[in-house]
């Protein structure tokens, strides 16, 4: 019985398993040569609707995981940017929180190309629009 249930686990993950997909897309999002102080990315496959995904930025820093499950290929990139401020605003639940800005930036979406060698860390810089 155990030999069984074993091999239809077994059976189940080689069967759900892509093969060529990434296990992990991560690196630094700059613009202008700095970190981004916060927002998203998102990464588009430009072949195929269904390989897309996206992530949080936090000090330029960004993580997708397995079940971005991206496959190696070239990306439409966009990113929403965000650089603190300075300034503070007190929040009535949240106490002080630092006030943050949009960045317009020249050149989102960018076209990346993601690759096994490069999919944990990639660096993707934009520049501000002026």
Known sequence: MIRVFGFAILSTMIACS????LSEVAGVVS?????????TIHFQSTASSNSSGG????????KLGDNANLQP??????VQAYRKTGRIMK???????????????????KTVQLTAENAQSLTVDFTTAK
């Open 91 to 109: 929040d009535p639940q949240q106490g002080n929180i630092e006030i943050t800005e949009v960045m317009r930036l020249a050149d989102s979406p």
């Open 31 to 39: 613009v202008d040569g700095k970190p981004v102080d916060s927002g």
């Open 55 to 62: 992530a949080a930025l936090s000090n330029g820093a960004f």
């Open 73 to 78: 290929g070239e990306y439409a990139v966009v």
């Open 18 to 21: 892509s093969g060529n997909h």
